[in-house]
């Protein structure tokens, strides 16, 4: 069983970029994706990947701002967040072992990191 820490979080300016990582303690074959939950609000879908990183999907409000992407020697998972806007405050989240956008598929849960963006 993997356990998945993430890091990167914090406070930015609008318009400014952050990079999430996720790294795992073993080696995980299996689709990785990034949810995220705004105070108040039902967690959300951002993006997955593939065990191979040969196909990605993103939710609409992600797409073209975000990439995500990983490095299986690593073990690692990261989340690339361009022109961040203050609707993307939020703790995100990074999970394994599931399918698509469905957060009721995924096993195995990070703590979190908290993504602040100020106006």
């Known amino acids: 069983q993997a356990q998945l820490v993430e890091s990167g979080g914090g406070l930015v300016q609008a318009g400014g970029s952050l990079r999430l990582s996720c790294a795992a303690s073993?080696?995980?074959?299996?689709?990785m994706a990034w949810f995220r939950q705004a105070p108040g609000k039902e967690r959300e879908f951002v993006a997955t990947?593939?065990?191979?990183?040969?196909?990605?999907i993103y939710a609409n409000s992600a797409k073209g701002r975000f990439t995500i992407s990983r490095d299986n020697a690593k073990n690692t998972v990261y989340l690339q967040m361009n022109s961040l806007k203050p609707e993307d405050t939020a703790v995100y989240y990074c999970?394994?072992?599931?399918?698509?956008?469905?957060?009721?598929?995924?096993?195995?849960w990070g703590q979190g990191t908290q993504v602040t963006v100020s106006s």
């Open positions: 073993a080696r995980t074959y299996s689709n």
């Open positions: 990947i593939t065990w191979t990183g040969s196909s990605t």
């Open positions: 999970a394994s072992g599931g399918r698509g956008a469905n957060d009721r598929t995924y096993d195995y």
